[in-house]
């Protein structure tokens, strides 16, 4: 038993092609907040500090599809959503439609923390973010170039799309710079446990492109995106609809609970089985410090790290599969 | 063994306090209701058919916190929320926020089947309404002015006055607390059906206007599948109480999961699940399995409900 602490930034369908000029700074990204969270647990924070902090740092990050670098909605807005969940009280806090909170999973933090309510949307969100004092901005800090042009995109080819996507060019090696119908971003979570077994998730995104003003995925809801208990703690990434009708991070937990199932057999189940095919990845953490990183995509940007040192960011598969 | 079953109700978390006559007026819906789903599964409707009609009935008479007679939010408007699924394929649809939808258990489905996604909230889910249909929307400011009127009425026909304010005399005269706050502000409740029809699908349905005096923009389990609301081919089921336990212990989800991983029957998980899963949280639960069984289990003082299967069986 130890620490462990893993994290991704979207599960999808990420062309094996990727221009290193997209693939770099992602996998800094992923680099840096491994590094973060990693720090935070040997100085002994608390899960459930840790899953936020490094959560703040992919929200801060413009090239993960949450907080800062978050996709557009149909109108060209945003909105952002996020829940934490602590595996020891199973309390949870959950945020929807916000659209100046720089960091949503902080709120969706004190919605736990302050309100006798777990979860909290639109207008009264973002009032409930002034009465707390948190940090928010004009919403035009989180949009960026990019964005705009998937969005652009997405129109254009009358879609909504999941964290990733096939290339509407015909020529998957050409890579235009910023106009690729790929929506290369994806919702950002990060599970930990500590060395006494606490464990805790979070997971934060900006949604899909052009998703329809007031759409809500599978971020926010526990036991779809998000959920942690005494034995594990996970968190989802791709299509939220089939995210949540297949009720994907608590089913992990039920799996290892009433099947018996480890950890790397209950997330390999639930991708495999309970979703179809293209459409999930999630990271998840035992109470005994194991990890693991399941997906059903082509590839999911993720990292994570272990007490016994080991450590490993990828985004597709493995070449030992 | 087979067969149609449902089984509707009308909020756990009963105020003991409450009139007799409200207590008969409660149940006189309750059956109207659930009559009126032995009818249409006996015309060999679709149980999610069954399910949304029920819910709508339950929706429209304003006796019940739903629809019509949905709890005033902190700043006096009505937030209202509901969900349902289809348990066969396990396709769901949710809003949450509504103000001026007439059903909106109805709008749920058709967020199901006719939009792209599977949660519409706010904004976005009364604009979704105007498109699909303009039956849904009431008038604006006459509708909401009769919601008031008649939340109002129905707020201050029993519950303890002083909701809201002078917490001392409620609580001297409601010592009943659920989550923290008087159950007075529980009373009456979310409404939910679940159905199992003779093909042996499953469907559930839930639907509330939230807690009154709530926080603007709070979002309780009624539109989240996995806690208020959850159907897959093994059963359907439809909570209520307090929102918060309900969704920290997953527990629609919950007794699907049992009786999927643990193989536990319908009765069995259902009492598992308010047994084990509620730690101090207070909540009721109706349930009906592809096997044509009906269930309801809560840890309340009471919850309004009824159920009634093909066999002849009814409460």
Known sequence: MGWAIALHGGAGDIPVSLAAERRKPREAALRHCLKVGVNALKAQKSPLDVVELVVRELENNPHYNAGRGSVLTREGTIEMEASIMDGNTKRCGAVSGLTTVVNPISLARLVMEKTPHIYLAFDGAERFAREQGIETVDSSHFITQENIERLKQAKEANRVQIDYTPPIQKDEKKETPTANGDSQLGTVGCVAVDSHGNLASATSTGGLVNKMVGRIGDTPIIGAGTYANNLCAVSATGKGEAIMRGTVARDVAALMEFKGLSLKEAAAYVVEECVPRGNVGLVAVSAKGEVTMAYNTTGMFRACATEDGHSEIAIWPSVQN | ?315
């Open chain 2, 1 to 315: 063994m087979g067969g149609w079953a449902i089984a509707v109700h009308g909020g756990a978390g009963v105020d003991p306090n409450l009139p007799p006559h409200r207590q008969e007026e409660a149940k006189k819906l309750l059956t109207r209701c659930l009559n009126l789903g032995i009818s249409a599964l006996r015309s060999n409707h679709s149980a999610i058919d069954v399910v949304e009609q029920v819910v709508s009935e339950l929706e429209t008479d304003p006796l019940f916190n739903s629809g019509r007679g949905s709890a005033l939010a902190a700043n006096g408007t009505v937030e209202m929320e509901a969900s349902i699924m289809d348990g066969n394929g396990r396709r769901c649809g949710a809003v949450s926020g509504l103000t001026t939808v007439k059903n909106p258990v109805s709008l749920a489905r058709l967020v199901m089947d006719k939009s792209p996604h599977s949660y519409l909230a706010f904004s976005g889910a009364e604009d979704f309404a105007r498109q699909q249909n303009e039956y849904f929307i009431t008038e604006e400011n006459v509708g909401m002015l009769k919601l008031a009127k008649e939340a109002n009425t129905i707020v201050f026909d029993y519950r303890i006055p002083a909701v809201g304010s002078d917490t001392c005399s409620a609580v001297a005269e409601s010592p009943f607390q659920m989550n923290g706050l008087p159950i007075s502000v529980y009373a009456p409740e979310t409404v939910g059906c679940v159905v199992v029809d003779s093909q042996g699908r499953c469907a559930a349905a839930t639907s509330t206007g939230g807690l009154m005096n709530k926080m603007n923009g709070r979002i309780g389990d009624s539109p989240l599948i996995g806690a208020g609301t959850y159907a897959c081919n093994l059963c359907g089921v439809s909570c209520t109480g307090e929102g918060e336990a309900i969704i920290r212990g997953t527990l629609a989800r919950e007794v699907a999961a049992v009786m999927e991983y643990k193989g536990l029957g319908l009765q069995e998980a259902v009492d598992f699940v308010i047994k084990e899963r509620l730690d101090e949280g207070f909540a009721g639960l109706i349930a009906v399995s592809n096997k044509g069984d009906v269930a309801c289990g809560f840890n309340t003082t009471g919850m309004f409900r009824g159920c009634a299967t093909e066999d002849g069986f009814m409460e």
